[in-house]
């Protein structure tokens, strides 16, 4: 019946593909899974080997095609050259380095499984790239993009996108050279228009840029609409001159990326790419052959191994080198445990070049499905993997830790009458309040700009995570009165839960005889948190609504209004 419905009309099979898409993405959203893993299934679930449903391949292939180019477009406005200027030796070293040792390893074990030289190079290639998306996704919702080891990691991540780019234009001089009526006169005439492209996105972003998104602007959906026309405009281009569509795209992208409307455009193209990434999925899905997919099994669970656990480390390997604690390396590693959506892009154009065959793309599409899956389940609980594994990567730390991790002094060694971690909007005007009246506070933070920032204001300030158990153990307690975390449990209600009972758990278990106080933003969690032995439970929200409440019935007087200082979100280092 569907497969009637669906040759009826392009209107009808669009419709059924939609809503086979968000019946899958429900699914794949209860079990915590990103879109990717749920629009690869979608792909295969209605391609050929499936109930085969796409009938409309071109238009299927126009969709797809423009999911790339702003996918590409996306990439391109976050390359700013402040943003890369910004990225630190340890991103930078990290990066390369991940991306180094794991074409090397990817390329032997691929040769080593039978593969030709050719596909065993695009295999290892498709296995350095990590997404972007998911993990700015997943540290997102944990909070930990500020954290020196989230910093870390999205700097390496900058880094591999550019090897994208890198990757990209490698492959389309390959096409050109390896095109019909090819050679080095049609190789010069592409390098010139890629030239005069180049130039006119740099005298664009010199002079038009920043006054023409200026005045569209004024209109929220007229700049969105100019970004969308920019960037199918240079796809086109890029495609006529031989670039291709993707490296059009991020051009497009690049002169938009110096104006300081860039993460406007790209919070609202977000949902259009991924609506149009759909169809590039469902079209890679009617080329699988789920026969290949079983013969790829063997192969996909030794690639899958190798980024699970070669990747994340190779990153931990690099990062003790380099001084950072095994606990910092381990995290930021995770980060790296799956291959993105450019790996499948690129074997697509390996493809379509004919570099490679199906069997290598279903191989790749398998590693991406499993990886992705399993890597998020990874970085959501790995705090909770960390004490598993820490004995085995003892070897990898070094002796001398990194200043980024130990840039603490005597700080914390002095007396104290309050430790207070978290030093956000809510306990950053704690520690002010404290400061201003002569308490003795220690301040604690995994923002290194947080500590930074706070030190410069007369704060005792460190470098910490209370869901480090090493660190907490470490701290002078002997004389402290209360511990404070002011972390909050608003977005999720059990990380954060969990990780103060276990702060709690563990300050009692190494003897602190002191108070403890915790945030939190649910009622329900009051009682939990008081078993575990937490002295006063604070309730930022409801607490602020009793002040106003005696405040306008006149029952408290005027409190001190105190500017603390903002340094989250609008001023990260790297963004995402």
Same mark, same amino acid.
């Given at each position: 019946?569907?497969?009637?419905?669906?040759?009826?009309?392009?209107?009808?099979?669009?419709?059924?593909?939609?809503?086979?898409?968000?019946?899958?993405?429900?699914?794949?959203?209860?079990?915590?899974?990103?879109?990717?893993?749920?629009?690869?299934?979608?792909?295969?679930?209605?391609?050929?080997?499936?109930?085969?449903?796409?009938?409309?391949?071109?238009?299927?292939?126009?969709?797809?095609?423009?999911?790339?180019?702003?996918?590409?477009?996306?990439?391109?406005?976050?390359?700013?050259?402040?943003?890369?200027?910004?990225?630190?030796?340890?991103?930078?070293?990290?990066?390369?380095?991940?991306?180094?040792?794991?074409?090397?390893?990817?390329?032997?074990?691929?040769?080593?499984?039978?593969?030709?030289?050719?596909?065993?190079?695009?295999?290892?290639?498709?296995?350095?790239?990590?997404?972007?998306?998911?993990?700015?996704?997943?540290?997102?919702?944990?909070?930990?993009?500020?954290?020196?080891?989230?910093?870390?990691?999205?700097?390496?991540?900058?880094?591999?996108?550019?090897?994208?780019?890198?990757?990209?234009?490698? &492959?389309? /001089?390959?096409?050109?050279?390896?095109?019909?009526?090819? *050679?080095? +006169?049609?190789? #010069? =005439?592409? @390098? %010139? !228009? $890629?030239?005069?492209?180049?130039?006119?996105?740099?005298?664009?972003?010199?002079?038009?840029?920043?006054?023409?998104?200026?005045?569209?602007?004024?209109?929220?959906?007229?700049?969105?609409?100019?970004?969308?026309? &920019?960037? /199918?405009?240079?796809?086109?281009?890029?495609?006529?001159? *031989?670039? +291709?569509?993707? #490296? =059009?795209? @991020? %051009? !497009? $992208?690049?002169?938009?990326?110096?104006?300081?409307?860039?993460?406007?455009?790209?919070?609202?193209?977000?949902?259009?790419?991924?609506?149009?990434?759909?169809?590039?999925?469902?079209?890679?899905?009617?080329?699988?052959?789920?026969?290949?997919?079983?013969?790829?099994?063997?192969?996909?669970?030794?690639?899958?191994?190798?980024?699970?656990?070669?990747?994340?480390?190779?990153?931990?390997?690099?990062?003790?080198?380099?001084?950072?604690?095994?606990?910092?390396?381990?995290?930021?590693?995770?980060?790296?445990?799956?291959?993105?959506?450019?790996?499948?892009?690129?074997?697509?154009?390996?493809?379509?070049?004919?570099?490679?065959?199906?069997?290598?793309?279903?191989?790749?599409?398998?590693?991406?499905?499993?990886?992705?899956?399993?890597?998020?389940?990874?970085?959501?609980?790995?705090?909770?993997?960390?004490?598993?594994?820490?004995?085995?990567?003892?070897?990898?730390?070094?002796?001398?830790?990194?200043?980024?991790?130990?840039?603490?002094?005597?700080?914390?060694?002095?007396?104290?009458?309050?430790?207070?971690?978290?030093?956000?909007?809510?306990?950053?005007?704690?520690?002010?309040?404290?400061?201003?009246?002569?308490?003795?506070?220690?301040?604690?933070?995994?923002?290194?700009?947080?500590?930074?920032?706070?030190?410069?204001?007369?704060?005792?300030?460190?470098?910490?995570?209370?869901?480090?158990?090493?660190?907490?153990?470490?701290?002078?307690?002997?004389?402290?009165?209360?511990?404070?975390?002011?972390?909050?449990?608003?977005?999720?209600?059990?990380?954060?839960?969990?990780?103060?009972?276990?702060?709690?758990?563990?300050?009692?278990?190494?003897?602190?005889?002191?108070?403890?106080?915790?945030?939190?933003?649910?009622?329900?969690?009051?009682?939990?948190?008081?078993?575990?032995?937490?002295?006063?439970?604070?309730?930022?929200?409801?607490?602020?609504?009793?002040?106003?409440?005696?405040?306008?019935?006149?029952?408290?007087?005027?409190?001190?209004?105190?500017?603390?200082?903002?340094?989250?979100?609008?001023?990260?280092?790297?963004?995402?």
């Amino acid at each position: 019946m569907l497969a009637d419905l669906v040759s009826a009309s392009v209107f009808y099979e669009v419709a059924v593909l939609l809503v086979i898409a968000a019946a899958v993405g429900l699914a794949g959203h209860m079990l915590r899974q990103p879109l990717i893993v749920s629009f690869i299934l979608v792909g295969i679930l209605v391609g050929p080997a499936g109930l085969d449903l796409v009938r409309s391949s071109d238009h299927v292939e126009l969709l797809s095609q423009l999911g790339i180019a702003l996918l590409l477009f996306l990439v391109g406005i976050k390359l700013d050259v402040k943003l890369i200027q910004s990225l630190g030796m340890v991103s930078l070293a990290t990066g390369l380095g991940q991306v180094a040792f794991t074409s090397i390893i990817g390329f032997a074990i691929a040769l080593g499984l039978g593969f030709d030289p050719l596909t065993s190079i695009y295999i290892a290639v498709a296995l350095t790239f990590s997404s972007t998306i998911i993990i700015v996704k997943l540290l997102s919702d944990k909070r930990e993009i500020d954290s020196l080891h989230g910093r870390i990691a999205l700097g390496f991540l900058i880094v591999q996108d550019l090897v994208v780019v890198l990757a990209m234009i490698v &492959l389309s /001089a390959i096409g050109i050279g390896g095109a019909e009526n090819g *050679g080095a +006169g049609a190789l #010069l =005439g592409v @390098l %010139l !228009a $890629g030239i005069l492209m180049v130039a006119a996105v740099i005298v664009f972003i010199r002079f038009i840029a920043n006054p023409l998104t200026a005045i569209l602007a004024r209109s929220p959906e007229l700049l969105l609409s100019f970004a969308i026309a &920019l960037a /199918a405009m240079f796809a086109a281009l890029g495609d006529l001159f *031989g670039l +291709g569509k993707e #490296l =059009g795209g @991020l %051009l !497009a $992208g690049v002169a938009l990326a110096s104006t300081p409307y860039r993460e406007a455009v790209s919070a609202r193209l977000a949902p259009l790419r991924d609506f149009l990434l759909l169809f590039f999925f469902i079209g890679l899905g009617s080329r699988l052959d789920l026969s290949l997919l079983g013969e790829n099994i063997p192969a996909a669970a030794i690639f899958s191994a190798f980024v699970l656990i070669g990747n994340p480390l190779i990153v931990v390997i690099i990062m003790g080198v380099m001084g950072y604690r095994r606990r910092t390396g381990f995290l930021a590693g995770l980060t790296v445990a799956q291959i993105s959506e450019f790996s499948l892009i690129f074997m697509a154009m390996g493809l379509s070049l004919g570099h490679v065959n199906d069997q290598a793309l279903g191989l790749v599409t398998l590693v991406g499905l499993i990886t992705i899956a399993a890597s998020t389940y990874m970085i959501t609980y790995s705090h909770r993997l960390y004490p598993l594994v820490e004995p085995l990567l003892s070897p990898f730390e070094r002796r001398n830790i990194n200043h980024a991790e130990t840039d603490n002094g005597e700080t914390a060694q002095k007396h104290h009458d309050i430790v207070l971690f978290g030093l956000g909007r809510y306990g950053g005007a704690i520690a002010q309040r404290l400061l201003n009246r002569g308490v003795s506070t220690l301040g604690v933070d995994f923002n290194p700009s947080a500590v930074k920032l706070w030190r410069e204001r007369g704060l005792d300030a460190v470098y910490g995570d209370l869901t480090d158990q090493e660190f907490l153990t470490h701290l002078p307690l002997s004389q402290v009165r209360w511990v404070i975390s002011t972390t909050s449990d608003l977005e999720t209600g059990v990380t954060h839960e969990d990780t103060r009972i276990a702060m709690i758990s563990t300050l009692r278990k190494f003897g602190f005889a002191g108070k403890i106080a915790v945030t939190s933003q649910r009622g329900a969690a009051l009682e939990r948190l008081q078993e575990a032995g937490a002295d006063l439970i604070l309730f930022p929200f409801q607490d602020a609504a009793d002040q106003a409440v005696e405040l306008l019935t006149g029952e408290a007087p005027e409190p001190e209004r105190i500017e603390t200082p903002e340094y989250s979100d609008d001023q990260r280092d790297i963004e995402d």
